[in-house]
């Protein structure tokens, strides 16, 4: 079992910065890939960015590649979504997410974080 916290959101103008934070309950954190989801009003939730238990593999959406790095600290049970050159259109509520395996956490993840609202004005 694995319980999510997110933390981070909030509000910011185009082209500033944020970093999301999701921190993970239990004791195997190293055995789960994690990921990043977002879901704007009116559309799909879609995954942004996922990362390897140990980090040697990632994933990143064409959408977000090369403004947004996901990390993890494995000693912090923590996961990290930087983002930088923020858009009106990543306003979204964004969900960390966690399963066993890579390509399994960006299409069927098995735990999810309650979500944390980021919004970014023109």
């Known amino acids: 079992q694995v319980q999510l916290v997110e933390s981070g959101g909030g509000s910011v103008q185009a082209g500033g910065s944020l970093r999301l934070s999701c921190a993970a309950s239990?004791?195997?954190?190293?055995?789960?890939?994690m990921a990043w989801f977002r879901q704007a009003p009116g559309k799909e939730r879609e995954c942004v960015a996922a990362?390897?238990?140990?980090?040697?593999?990632?994933y990143y959406a064409i959408s977000v590649k090369g403004r947004f790095t996901i990390s993890r600290d494995n000693a912090k049970n923590t996961v990290y979504l930087q983002m930088n050159s923020l858009k009106p259109e990543d306003t979204a509520v964004y969900y960390c997410?966690?399963?066993?395996?890579?390509?399994?956490?960006?299409?069927?993840?098995?735990?999810w974080g309650q979500g944390t609202q980021v919004t970014v004005s023109s």
């Open positions: 997410a966690a399963a066993e395996g890579l390509s399994r956490v960006i299409t069927t993840p098995g735990y």
């Open positions: 990362i390897s238990g140990t980090s040697i593999g990632t």
């Open positions: 239990g004791r195997t954190f190293s055995r789960f890939a």
